[in-house]
Nanobody, 127 residues
């Protein structure tokens, strides 16, 4: 059974940093890319970042480029999202997700490309 569990969310002031973690289990983690998405109240879920199965390729939403970094530790089955220079508009529930495609060189940047999701972790950035 595929399980994804996010952690690391919380309340932070604008300009601060947080690191989210997503622990995966129930499948061969190193065979799949991973993605991070977020959803703010009243808004659709949006892509944040993705990383390929080996960690060689990453993609970012324009809104977070230069501030967020996605990484993974295949030995620990964990994917991370380091978030720096946080802004109030980064406030959302953050979800990690596993794509449908195995060994994808470039994980998808849209939600329909993912078939397993975590429960989400709340990030709140105060101004």
């Amino acid at each position: 059974q595929v399980t994804l569990v996010e952690s690391g969310g919380g309340l932070v002031q604008a300009g601060g940093s947080l690191t989210l973690s997503c622990a995966a289990s129930g499948y061969t983690f190193s065979n799949y890319g991973m993605g991070w998405f977020r959803q703010a109240p009243g808004k659709e879920r949006e892509f944040v970042a993705a990383i390929s199965w080996a960690g060689r390729s990453t993609n970012y939403a324009e809104s977070v480029k230069g501030r967020f970094t996605i990484s993974r530790d295949n030995a620990k089955n964990i994917v991370y999202l380091q978030m720096n220079s946080l802004k109030p508009e980064d406030t959302a529930v953050y979800y990690c997700a596993r794509p449908t495609q195995i060994f994808g060189a470039r994980p998808p940047m849209v939600a329909p490309g993912y078939n397993y999701w975590g429960q989400g972790t709340q990030v709140t950035v105060s101004s």
